[in-house]
């Protein structure tokens, strides 16, 4: 059986924050990704401020890269900031990229 979510976060990182230059699942913007329903995806995304002037590009890029996934049918993207973003979120290779 295909597992939607790991296809879903592959696609989340073709999408680059324009700021930074790093995708936005190393970055740690992803997180949380289900999939409650075959087919459809919620994914529960942040960004590094409330204000982030990228925000609106990054939700739509998100949901775009998702929704072209073979098996997705719906994607819902989820803004939140509970808890807000910190450095701490940064992957490993994200750490790596931007040389931390």
């Known amino acids: 059986m295909v597992d939607l979510t790991d296809q879903a976060r592959d696609a ?5 924050d324009p700021e930074a230059g790093i995708n936005i699942v190393d ?5 949380d990704i ?9 994914i ?3 960004f590094t ?4 002037p990228a925000g609106p590009y990054l939700m739509q890029a998100a949901e775009e890269s ?5 098996g997705i049918e719906a994607v819902e993207i989820i803004l939140t900031f ?3 973003w910190t450095p701490d979120r ?3 290779d994200g750490r790596a990229f931007l040389r931390l």
Do not use: F, N, W, Y
């Open 27 to 31: 970055l740690g913007l992803i997180c």
């Open 12 to 16: 989340l990182k073709q999408v680059l």
């Open 90 to 92: 940064i992957t490993a």
């Open 49 to 52: 401020t409330e204000v982030c």
């Open 82 to 84: 509970d808890p807000p």
């Open 44 to 46: 529960d995304m942040t």
């Open 66 to 70: 998702v929704q072209a996934v073979s």
């Open 34 to 42: 289900r999939e409650p329903h075959h087919g459809h995806v919620e």
